[in-house]
């Protein structure tokens, strides 16, 4: 079991209220509320709890308590110590002068508590002498003087422990010291007490200039508040550790980014010692970031061309062609008519795939936020757009109870209409198509399932039908972009869901799409 924490500073602290009261009663009535009915057992159970030696003596130095290890210490039973004189209890292994009696005398005068004295005990049934560590505090109850209390481990056990201590601090040092990336130790202050090699190398430093310095100094002033957040929450006890990304001053002036993780170290009272810091630089991964970034730009920038640039000439294309048509139609033969269509037909579907590319591209950059909205909503403008192929197929769209998720209603529409869209287009020849949309709920997520008995997919095209351009079918016997499910996992992966499928050739597919479940009864629904 746990031990109750030690030391005489402890038990003066708690206080053993009504184990002595030297006033009123002599020692051997004093030793007995020990062991007697009422408040003072508890603090009996307390003592034998505490894994070092205590004894509590009067103003007279006869003993009024004393623990199971005091009793193994001096080889006395703790109702046969009750009212002995502490030498008796402590005998001494050597001649007068005691430290430890002068030390108990010192502190029934009155004086100040003492450091730790070392002494010689011999057990009561005799045996080799061994030495002990001891410390007196005078035991009071508000201004009253009450007695001593001594707490005694052996010496030997302090050296092991000292000694574990000593591998626990050089285990520590070696795991800040070496540690490849930037540690620090900063006080209440903000001064850097001790930093590694690693954070002095990031910043251009030598340790001992980074000691010098504060945090401050080395912090871009952008940063500054975030960081004084981050040290105003750990020390009120807010968090138990900060994550941040901050820039860090090199001596050469410029800035390195790293990402910060903070936690504060205390005593045993509760005091701040000190802020451990580990500082990993990434300033190669905000520079590729930032790079994305940029490259969405230019791609959202693309996709703007593409929507009128690209798209007006092709418009042109088409119109003209069809004028051509409608004008000469009569003075062109069959062949020529034909070569009219194909044109046409072209231009058309290079508009349709220039729409679906900038559908693509503009999944995060144009996405509305995402708002609490029941999937009935996109599902139902989703047969809307769909209604005239419905109507043409005598398709038949069933659907269960649909969730609230959190998601943008626009791109679930679009989302919906690929995934119906394409139940109908690959139809089988024989029966017309039947789709079904239902949820189930799982692991925190929803999993919706659209289900319909086309004509199915092979296995190994499993993961090919999500890869942009990808087609299983020539143009002519079923028509697209080959960009319709690449769009649908784009926008699934937006939401933060999975998209997959089951499927067996003549038997039909079913599209799964995980979204999840972070909506509470509180968060209502967007109309």
Same mark, same amino acid.
């Given at each position: ?30 030793? %007995? ?5 009422? %408040? *003072? ?29 005091? !009793? ?8 046969? !110590? ?68 001594? $707490? ?77 957040? *981050? ?39 509760? %005091? ?70 194909? %044109? ?143 769009? *649908? ?24 799409? $995980? ?13």
């Amino acid at each position: 079991m746990p031990s109750a924490p030690g030391g005489g500073a402890y038990l003066q602290a708690r206080g053993l209220r009504g184990v002595v009261d030297v006033e009123t009663r002599s020692p051997r009535q004093s030793a %007995a509320l020990v062991n007697a009915d009422g %408040a *003072c057992r508890p603090w009996s159970a307390m003592l034998d709890a505490i894994d070092e030696a205590v004894v509590a003596v009067d103003r007279g130095g006869r003993v009024v308590a004393l623990n199971r290890a005091g !009793a193994r210490l001096t080889g006395w039973a703790a109702d046969e !110590a009750l009212g002995a004189p502490l030498a008796e209890v402590f005998a001494r292994a050597a001649d007068p002068p005691d430290p430890l009696l002068d030390a108990v005398a010192a502190a029934l005068g009155g004086a100040p508590d003492a450091a730790p004295v070392d002494a010689e005990v011999r057990a009561r049934q005799g045996g080799e002498p061994h030495g002990v560590r001891c410390r007196v505090v005078a035991w009071r109850e508000g201004d009253a003087l009450l007695g001593a209390l001594v $707490t005694a481990v052996s010496r030997e056990r302090e050296l092991v422990a000292d000694r574990n201590a000593h591998r626990v601090e050089e285990r520590f040092r070696s795991f800040f010291d070496d540690a490849p990336i930037g540690k620090s130790m900063t006080g209440p202050d903000g001064r850097l007490l001790r930093v590694n090699d690693a954070f002095g190398a990031m910043l251009g430093r030598s340790r001992e200039e980074m000691e010098r310095i504060s945090y401050a100094d080395i912090t871009h002033p952008e940063d500054l508040e975030q960081s004084l957040t *981050c040290v105003t929450d750990l020390l009120a006890g807010r968090a138990d550790h900060w994550v941040m990304e901050k820039r860090y001053r090199h001596a050469d002036g410029r800035y390195v980014w790293a990402r910060v993780t903070t936690a504060i170290e205390r005593d045993a009272d509760g %005091a701040p010692l000190y802020f451990l810091t580990h500082a990993q630089d990434i300033s190669e991964l905000r520079a590729q970031r930032e790079a994305l970034v940029e490259s969405n730009r230019e791609l959202e920038q693309f996709a703007y061309v593409a929507s009128h640039d690209l798209q007006e000439p092709l418009r042109m294309v088409a119109s003209f062609t069809q004028l051509l048509a409608k004008r000469y139609g009569d003075a062109l033969d069959e062949d020529a008519r034909d070569y009219i269509r194909f %044109a046409v037909d072209g231009a058309n579907r290079m508009q349709r795939l220039i729409q679906d590319l900038l559908s693509y591209a503009r999944v995060g950059s144009r996405g509305r936020e995402l708002t609490p909205i029941s999937l009935s909503g996109p599902l139902a403008d989703a047969l809307v757009a769909l209604q005239t192929v419905i109507r043409e197929t005598g398709a038949m769209i069933v659907q269960r109870d649909l969730p609230v998720v959190r998601g943008d209603r626009g791109q679930l529409m679009q989302l919906f209409q690929n995934l119906i869209g394409n139940a109908i287009k690959f139809r089988r020849a024989d029966e017309p198509p039947r789709i079904a949309v239902s949820t189930t709920h799982a692991n925190g997520e929803w999993v919706i399932a659209v289900r319909d008995n086309g004509i199915g997919i092979e296995a190994r095209y499993f993961e090919r039908v999500f890869t942009i351009f990808q087609r299983l079918h020539a143009q002519h016997e079923y028509p697209g972009t080959g960009i319709g499910l690449p769009l *649908c996992k784009r926008i699934v992966n937006r939401h933060g869901g999975r998209i997959w499928l089951e499927s067996e050739p003549g038997a039909g597919t079913t599209f799964y799409f $995980t979204l999840p479940d972070t909506v509470s009864a509180a968060d209502g629904e967007d109309k």
